[in-house]
């Protein structure tokens, strides 16, 4: 079954890093100077695809078509499913076919698969350490050109996507009020415009009552400690989802989660997450 997410173009992404990874365009570019001139343009690989480290897995569909785009005939069975969770050593994929496209799709099938498990991972990690409280978001703090990959990554982790993008919430900041004049005044424009889900930002106690008053859709509590967060989350009264934001951690936010806000949003899902340590093994056939 072909991979698809709604305003990805997959075929395009694979195409545009196998090209990048050859030089395509390039003077010299173009090939895969290795595998041309070392291994016969006939042989034949099997291949597995494993990994070293305990991870949650994403990306794997993405991966296989790399090699299916370099050998249309190549045989490949995807041996776990997306967003499971699997330790050390288990077998993601077995690969047969053409072994000069094995090769040369093998560092971008590899990279792709190893930094969306590697946001899945963590994305789990965080989740576990949610205890069951508050929903995880991700954020806009995304690779460019990544997000809907990324965003995908964090869902098979178990989060939840926050805005995609600038186009389907508003998001009311500090510089905004700062041109509006207010909290009330910018949230008021928001509505007049005809914006369904206006979210809007608030570093102090005294500004909730003025953005619920206003008409804001969700509050997000920016860089609040437990206590203060539990303070907040009185004073919505459950009028307005409420959002903690800003300097969350592994070691925080057990503590942040259970102060009752809604969600939780973390930029270092996608910001900071390592990548999964994952092989692929080449046997000739």
């Known amino acids: 079954m072909t991979f698809t997410l709604p305003g990805f173009d997959l075929p395009a992404f694979i195409r545009s890093t196998l090209d990048e990874d050859l030089g395509v365009g390039l003077p010299g570019g173009g090939h895969d100077v290795t595998s041309e001139s070392v291994i016969p343009a006939e042989a034949q690989f099997s ?19 790399f090699f299916r785009t370099l050998d249309p005939e190549m045989a490949i069975e995807v041996l776990v499913e997306e967003g499971a969770q699997v330790p050390a050593g288990t077998k993601l994929m077995t690969l047969s076919g053409n072994a000069r496209a094995m090769l040369t799709a093998e560092r971008s099938a590899l990279n792709t698969v190893q930094h969306l498990s590697g946001i899945a991972t963590m994305t789990r990690t965080y989740i576990e350490a949610m205890q069951g409280k508050a929903t995880l978001l991700d954020t806009r703090k995304t690779i460019p050109g990544l997000r809907q990959l990324e965003k995908y990554a964090t869902r098979m982790g178990g989060a939840k996507n926050h805005r995609m993008g600038l186009w389907d919430a508003a998001m009311i900041k500090d510089n905004h009020v700062l041109v509006a004049g207010s909290i009330t005044e910018a949230v008021r424009r928001a509505r007049d415009a005809g914006v369904k889900d206006v979210i809007c930002e608030v570093d102090r106690l005294d500004q909730i009552e003025p953005a619920i008053a206003a008409g804001s859709s969700h509050i997000l509590l920016d860089n609040m400690g437990p206590d203060m967060l539990a303070e907040a989350v009185t004073l919505i009264a459950g009028r307005a989802p409420s959002e903690a934001s800003g300097g969350v951690r592994l070691d925080t936010i057990a503590a942040i989660a259970a102060t009752g806000v809604t969600y939780v949003s973390v930029g270092r899902l996608t910001q900071s997450a390592p990548a999964a340590d994952i092989g692929l093994d080449f046997t000739p056939l």
């Open 47 to 65: 291949g597995v695809m494993n990994t070293r480290d305990a991870i949650t897995v994403a990306g794997l569909p993405i991966a296989a078509e």
